[in-house]
C-alpha cells in the first residue's frame, strides 16, 4: 500500500522570528529594515578557472564566473559569488537546484566539476535602509565604506562573531544579503535586533 502521508512544507530558520524582523522594518522609518530570504537555490562549483569548463559554464547560466577577488556578478534571476581561486556559489530563486545543477553538469562535459548543492546550509538575511552599513560596520572588521565594499562585492568574513558571506547588492537601495548557516541563524538574527535598536526609536 503505497504512503499517501503529506509531507510537511520545509521551515525556514528564522520562521520563529519572522515577527520580531517585520517589527524593526515598520518601527525603525527605512534606517534599517531586515527580512529573511529563505530557501534560496544555492550551488557550490569549483573548478579550474583557465580551464575548458570555466568557459563553457558561465554562458549556461547566463552569467560569466567571475575571476576578480570579492567579486559578485548578477544576470537575470542567478548571482554568482566569488569565493576563491576555483570555488564559486550560484544563488538563485528557491526550487532552483536542479534546474542549476543540470545547467553547470552538461556545460562542463567531461571536464573535472565540483557541483553541490548547499541550499539547506544556510538562510539569507536582507538587510536594508539607510543605515545598514552602520548597522553591519558594528560586528564586521571588514571596511563597508562604498568605495572598499561597494555593490558588486562579496566576502567571506565574520558578523558578530558569526561566519558569514557578506554581499552588496548591485541594485540601487538593494542593501545586502547576509548568508549564514541556519544552526547560527537565529543567534545572528538576535544580534541584529540588538544592535538595530538604536536606530528604531
Not at 571536464?111 to 535602509?129: K, W
Not at 561566519?163 to 548591485?170: N, P, Y
Request: net charge negative.
Amino acid at each position: 500500500m503505497a504512503d499517501t502521508a503529506l509531507t510537511a512544507p520545509p521551515r525556514s530558520p528564522l520562521s520563529p522570528v519572522a515577527d520580531r524582523l517585520a517589527t524593526v522594518t515598520r518601527t525603525s522609518e527605512g534606517a534599517i529594515r531586515l527580512a529573511e530570504l529563505p530557501f534560496l537555490t544555492q550551488i557550490s562549483v569549483r573548478l579550474d578557472a583557465k580551464g575548458a569548463a570555466a568557459d563553457a559554464v558561465g554562458p549556461a547560466l547566463g552569467v560569466q564566473l567571475p575571476v576578480e577577488p570579492n567579486t559578485a556578478v548578477r544576470a537575470g534571476e542567478l548571482t554568482v559569488l566569488w569565493l576563491g581561486p576555483d570555488e564559486w556559489l550560484v544563488v538563485g530563486p528557491p526550487g532552483g537546484q536542479r534546474d542549476v545543477e543540470s545547467r553547470i553538469r552538461e556545460a562542463a562535459g567531461g571536464e573535472h566539476v565540483s557541483v553541490i548543492d548547499v541550499s539547506a546550509q544556510r538562510t539569507t538575511l536582507l538587510v536594508t535602509g539607510s543605515r545598514a552599513r552602520d548597522l553591519l560596520a558594528h560586528g564586521c572588521a571588514l571596511d563597508l565604506h562604498p568605495r572598499s565594499f561597494g555593490a558588486g562585492r562579496c566576502a567571506q568574513t565574520t558578523l558578530g562573531r558569526t561566519e558569514v558571506v557578506l554581499v552588496a547588492r548591485d541594485e540601487p537601495r538593494a542593501g545586502f544579503w547576509v548568508l549564514v548557516r541556519s544552526s547560527f541563524a537565529g543567534y545572528l538574527t538576535d544580534w541584529l535586533l540588538d544592535a538595530a535598536v538604536e536606530w528604531r526609536a
